[in-house]
């Protein structure tokens, strides 16, 4: 089946430091990745949709210039999260979905937990 | 655009059954239905598309009411192996999926 692999599993930083968040589709193409954010008890909120050689679609309110993605090749995005503060700390989880599979199901990563202190 | 979910929560003793619903009030592209094990990562579990729908497990099933634009999952006899937070998402356009608030079930021996 399908699998995506997101690392690290964790990670805790300092205020002010940038962290890089991978998320790879390890045995399939996707021109499309997303990143998605959850809070404890809550459900998952989409930050953006990374699109493969193109700019990333962010959701409303989500801070362009602070969580930064690449999508650079059909098989690895990456989110940046810029100058993390402590209310950055948050679950950050991937998903993606085969291309040209519409009517599939998504395949997630195992999300990292942010840590900023 | 987030698909409205029912209930919060639900506590089953095994063997009993259970209903979750989603709603959405635009007209839906594909409804997709998630487990969430505490820590970790959501687990697909099936697909309902326009026109259509998709079985995943056998004692666990779904309905896409296109009319309504309604989704509900069932689970059957269920198991302890079943506890965990289940979410819906919801596409009104091929690869924009939101997820709803998500239902934690609970079951118990």
């Known amino acids: 089946g399908a699998v995506v692999s997101q690392h690290p599993s964790w990670v805790i930083c300092k205020s002010g430091t940038s962290v890089k968040i991978e998320c790879r589709s390890l045995d399939f193409q996707a021109t499309t990745m997303f990143w998605y954010r959850q809070f404890p008890k809550q459900s998952l909120m989409l930050m953006a949709t990374?699109?493969?050689?193109?700019?990333?679609?962010?959701e409303q309110g989500v801070e362009k210039d602070k969580f930064l993605i690449n999508h650079a090749s059909l098989t690895l995005s990456t989110l940046t999260v810029t100058s993390a503060h402590p209310e950055d700390s948050s679950f950050y989880i991937c998903?993606?979905?085969?291309?040209?599979?519409?009517?599939?199901?998504?395949?997630f990563g195992s999300g990292t937990r942010l840590t900023v202190v | 655009q987030q698909p409205v979910q029912s209930p919060q929560a639900v506590i089953l003793r095994e063997g009993e059954d259970a209903v979750i619903n989603c709603s959405s009030s635009k007209a839906l592209y594909s409804v997709h239905w998630y487990r969430q094990k505490h820590g970790e990562a959501p687990v697909f579990l099936m697909i309902l598309l326009k026109g259509g729908e998709q079985k995943g497990h056998e004692k666990i099933s779904a309905s896409f009411n296109e009319k309504k634009q309604q989704s509900s999952l069932y689970l059957t006899a269920s198991q302890l192996s079943y506890s965990g937070t289940y979410f819906c998402?919801?596409?009104?356009?091929?690869?924009?999926?939101?997820f709803g608030a998500g239902t934690r079930l609970t079951v118990k021996p």
């Open positions: 998903s993606a979905r085969e291309r040209g599979q519409g009517g599939y199901g998504y395949t």
């Open positions: 990374s699109n493969e050689g193109s700019k990333a679609t962010y």
């Open positions: 998402g919801t596409e009104y356009n091929n690869n924009d999926m939101r």
